[in-house]
């Protein structure tokens, strides 16, 4: 049978993520998705087969975005790590409210429990490491970072930070996320960084 035709497969799983947020896991089902971008869900289930078949392509692409955007993302800023401090916020804007951060959380647990979605909640774990490690190895190259700093090391606690980051927020409920992360961040380059005066993390 043809694919109708109209909307691509990433509109449509960039419109899940959002539901996902706002409904949670059991929310969310191909006849919200479909309400979303303006199908009827038969359409939905010709692309993807089921909520499970979703969910699936929803993490695929989730990690083709990922690339994406750090790419974008370092493009548009002069500093590695401006780019980072941007590409966490960014990453997260998902999340922006505690129940979006809920929702998503409980998504994440469905992951951890089914072999296929964890392998692909795994893949786009390791992406975004790489991407922070990739931006702190060219901080690093550039004097943005204390000489002998080492990447590696310093994107695994940065990943951490981030992740209890916005799990803190969550539950404390104070200011933004993106006030959270940013700050947190901050404070894990901050024994990195070279003298006051070189660079910043923050872009004027």
Sequence with gaps: ?????????????RA?????????PAGLT????????????????QRF?????????????????A???????????????????ALTVESAAVMATPEAFAHHLAFLCMDLADPQLYERAL???????????????EAAGTGELRSGTDPAALARTVQVVIAGAGLTWALEREGT???????ELADALSPHLPPPGSHHLEES
């Design 1 to 13: 049978m043809a694919r109708p035709r109209g909307i691509e497969d990433a509109v449509i799983l």
């Design 16 to 24: 899940a993520a959002r539901v996902m947020g706002r409904l949670g």
């Design 30 to 45: 191909l006849a919200a998705v479909a309400h979303e971008v303006g199908l009827v869900p038969g359409t939905l289930v």
């Design 49 to 65: 087969g089921s909520k499970r078949g979703l969910l699936l392509a929803l993490a695929d692409q989730s990690e083709k975005d």
């Design 67 to 85: 690339h994406e955007t750090a790419g974008r993302v370092r493009a548009s800023h002069d500093s590695a790590l401006a780019a980072l401090a």
């Design 123 to 137: 893949a786009i774990h390791r992406t975004h490491r790489r991407t922070i490690e990739d931006l702190l190895t």
């Design 177 to 183: 996320l993106e006030a959270r992360l940013r700050q």
